[in-house]
């Protein structure tokens, strides 16, 4: 067990225990084996069926239940009280899933939407929103990308304008996971619109009624097909004159951006945990199938080009894992190591498509084929290198640390 | 107006902790003040002074894990690997860091793991002191990734062997005062017929036939030496008979380890030297580095030693706790020297015309990393164990 030595704040890591990591206690461990266990059993079984239908609510409120989704929350909102790296542990035991799109969904609940309440939002508000949130009684999204802007988030158009004692909302939002069945969405709106990153202000935005409609002036105006993520429903939304009291603002007027730049870089380093769990996985998989398909005489793992490509794929991926894991001590030790988390999402997202890549090559043909799903994994994981941060952005994010 | 907060006071990353940032700064203060400014008048010389080792003998950093009792300072491996990495980072030569390195962790481990008390005494203790210089002889003209095909031969003879071969590649193989030799002991040799026996450069029959000349490592004499009937007394044999395969692969794991931790802190030092030279160069008006090109190269360059770090730390501190770590260091080593060498290529691209110039000592970093992928285990050697330990 960790403990904090004498007039430091730094917390000493353990090594004696003989722990796989020192970032995780036993208690993760016990975390790990259970919900692991729970995503075998509940989730891995429908992710094919899940892929047409997309993932149904009911299993984010069996997670609620079962305490998965409030894992990183204090007790008193309804959470589990942990620390930070349970959010790594919950990202891992995600990838024995089968279905990207499943984890995507529960990602944005868990790590993008309900963090910025937990952190900013008025005791009302997580009342409304953050317990709900995390019994998975509703469901939550983020809206920042427009159809205009992506990664220029500062260049945002969506407007909210104060009208008496509510906001009037006008814009709309593309990308958005969950979008086209969420309660409530954290909405990114401009309420200067003559001002880039000082303009922009967060709304929690209830999207649905007690009856499940939409509120007036909201609608899902396309549920978008995408390269993969398909168990993931992903909305345009439009929002004419949609009206928000104004408790629902969310943290400080004008400081949005800076409250999301915040918000991106848990998210981020939880995404790149995705990433080399997701890549374990393919692996694992991949490896079964080479010890078991025999050509020119012998299994094809054993011919040394192929044993090559699984020696570098584990490589890859385990140098970002503990990248990952290191700045997730940072994180954790009280450190906003915004040039490590950036740098770690990159290099995890790009490892995750190489190796589908590789994996989908040693597979062969049964590589190409629906039935095997590494080629789901290949269409599912390369949204990694575009989402919570194009690979472009965290190089200018990264490069601009260093004062470039 | 920039939202990006840099990282600013932080902790040492572990396994590392505040008990080890003294010697950090102070490996980095002499290697600035009494290595740095040497090494381009080295590197021509083909050689660093022998004084050198005597010097860093005194100050203790020959003896960082070996105990008092030999002289050493009572430390562990993490005191070393700090040493390791400053030394990279602050000195700026490959081939300085593997004179010294090959000495300290690669020819002494072996004695102090292995050897008897009087053995300790005849080598270890003028090793950790800089008065006797050490090498490792493994690799032979005809062996170098199949150490098991070894060829040099010790034939017992009542008590001494004479032995016949020749070992090259041999890091302080011009000047070292022992060599710790691997041979084979039987007919057949292979995995259960090798032992190591520790030469001396003044037996009779022991022969440097040569200096060779490298792409980098200027500094760092490498030697091919013959042996011609060369009388070894039995007292010399290092371990069991035999039994010097095991001793072998022992000693492979901290080698690539010094290596994965000596990349990390070569790595830091070109990048510094990148960032400096682009925010300092200017071009259409503009620092270089305010291009978006060089941004993301650069950007692309600390991606890769943050994560070279991470492994290479990672595989340290397992090792560090005595657990099997065999996957992992070689991992480490496998990511580290290919990162190495990718990060040398960018700094000179970035540096442009001076990057080719010697007088950077970027060029040289570049022709230094080179051997990386090579030494200590090839690439290939490294996804070969990688791959069986996946039970390929």
Redesign the interface.
Known sequence: MATA?EG???I??D??S?RK??IFTQEHEDLRESMRAWVEKEIYPHRNEWEETCWPTSIMRRAGELGYLGLCFPEEYGGQGGDYFYSIVRAECMSYSGSGGTNMAFAVQTDMALPPIYMLGTEEQKRRYLTPGIRGEKVAAIGITEPGAGSDVAGIRTTAIRDGDEYVINGTKTFITNGPRADFIVLVTKTDPGAR?DGITLFIVDLRDEDGNPVPGFTVTSELEKMGMHASDTGELSFEDVRVPAENMLGEEGKG??HI?WELQGERLVAAAGCHAGAERMIERT?QY??EREAFGRPI??F?A???K???M???T???K??T??TA??FA?G??????IT??K??ASRVACEVADECVQILGGYGYMKEYEIERAYRDVRLNRIGAGTD?V??????????? | MTVVKVTGERAPLPPFGEEHEQLRESVRRFVSKEIAPHVDEWERAREFPRELYRRCGELGFLGLKFPEAYGGQGGTHLHDAVWVEELARSGGSGGVAAGLNAHASIAMPPIFNFGTEEQKQRWLVPGIAGEKIGALGITEPGAGSDVASIATRARRDGNRYIVNGAKTFITNGVRADFLVCACRTTEAGGHDGISFLVLESDMPGYEVSGKLEKMGWHSSDTGEITFTDVEVPAENLLGEENGGFRLIMANFAWERLVMAIGAVGAMDRLIDAAVAYAGEREAFGRPIGRFQATRHRIAEMGTKAEAARSIAYHALRLFHSGRDCVREVSMAKLFTQRALLEVADEALQIHGGYGYMREYGIERAVRDARLGPIGGGTDEIMKEIIGRTMGL
């Open positions: 030595s430091s704040k730094v000493k890591p090594f004696e003989g990591h020192f990153h951006f800076y730049a490896l080479a010890k793992g054993k040394q192929i044993r090559h699984f020696a570098e584990a490589t890859k385990e140098a970002a503990q990248f894991y290191a001590w940072r030790n450190e906003y190591p915004v040039r490590e740098m770690a990159l290099f472009e965290m190089l200018d994010v990264i490069g601009r640390s260093y004062g470039l």
